[in-house]
């Protein structure tokens, strides 16, 4: 819980600040070495995780969110289910836009759909654009920004533990959503959390139930 | 006009055997004092490749006291007594309620599977309710009103040969999404602790 609330607070505090500045590599042996911090997914996957959704630090409800993710073709499908099973939300984007299958309140805005799919991307899928910086921040984090088409900024930070954040920054350079992955290398997507500046400001926690490489011949047959 | 007169003819005595249907599985169910399961949750979608199973535990006792809870993957658990309901979830190793407007639903469910457990299948103006064969007998609830036929197409529920228990219950909410609930360990009228039916423990 604190460490949830510490999240937050970052959060707030950082949501105040503009695009923390980038430092380049301070040599060029350094500039030669420096790779990106790549947290996104490489191949199809399928995953299921338990969303705690969160408002003011207090836990509003449980959700299971399925997500399957296709790199290649940047194309990103999910379902959001209760426990029970009453699936609320289904829909698919692909480059080409968004088709909701399946909707019911409060699920069924047509924001609602734009920003789960926009978050999903942002935290499975290499961010599209152009790369504009790469470096250090002050605290010593290595960082890579990508501009975005409609005038973004995404940030990829990877800190000097090892743990891997995604900062996505409108055009006016305002904070949007905080990605922060708490798995290890290995299982990066076990424990994810996004804060969200929304119209209200949310919290997600996910927390890995299970997840599956796929195949291209499953994905057709699906 | 003959026909007509035999299609009437026939309808009403089918709907006369499912009234006698009904009213045997009432009178049957009244041996129910009180019950208690194990479930396995089987949740089939197109994006899904295999089922997601849950498992849990239900605790059934007359005339409407449930707990519905679940084990894993997540916990949860939902409680109705005295015709008050409420849901817990599990966070950080606490059991959190749920204050959300989503209790209210849980209420509706929850007191429609009591009234299941009661064999008032056919008391709910939502859904047209069908019961067809003797021995292995299934009742198949059909969503009457436009907006619940977006949500759910049918709920199929499973009885016990013998004991008219319900034995497994399916719930389509579309050709490729089927959630299968199947009880397993049944024991009928087994008493059962009143504060499991209060605290979430």
Known sequence: MRRHLLWIVIFFLSSCQTLPIINAPSSPRKEKSFVCPDPFLKRNYRLVHAIEARLDGRVQSQIIGITLALPDTRSVSCAIITVEGMSLFEAEANPHGINVKRALPPFDSKDFANNMMEDIKLIFLAPEGVLQNRGYLADGSKACRYRQENGGWIDVIENESGETQIKRYSSSEVLKRDVRFSGTHKQLYQRIGLQADAKFDYFLLMNLIEDQPIKKQAIKRN | ?201
């Open chain 2, 1 to 201: 006009m003959i026909l007509l007169t035999g299609f009437c003819f026939l309808y009403g005595n089918v709907c006369h055997a499912e009234e006698k249907g009904f009213e045997k599985l009432r009178k049957e169910s009244v041996k129910i004092k009180t019950l208690q399961a194990d479930f396995t949750q089987k949740k089939s979608m197109k994006i899904l490749s295999r089922p997601l199973v849950s498992q849990g535990y239900f605790y059934f006792a007359m005339p409407d006291s449930l707990r519905w809870e679940y084990i894993k993957p997540l916990k949860s658990v939902a409680l109705s007594h005295n015709q008050q309901a409420r849901r817990y979830m599990h966070s950080d190793g606490k059991w959190v309620e749920d204050k959300t407007n989503g209790v209210q639903a849980m209420r509706i469910v929850l007191s429609e599977i009591a009234g299941w457990m009661n064999g008032r299948f056919d008391q709910n103006p939502s859904f047209k309710a069908t019961v067809i064969g003797k021995e292995n007998t299934c009742i198949i609830l059909t969503p009457v009103e436009k907006k619940m036929k977006g949500m759910i197409e049918r709920i199929e529920i499973n009885l016990a040969p013998q004991a008219r228990v319900v034995q497994s219950v399916k719930i389509l909410e579309g050709p490729d999404n089927i959630t299968q609930i199947n009880f397993s360990n049944v024991k009928m009228n087994h008493a059962i602790d009143p504060t499991i039916f209060k605290d979430v423990r």
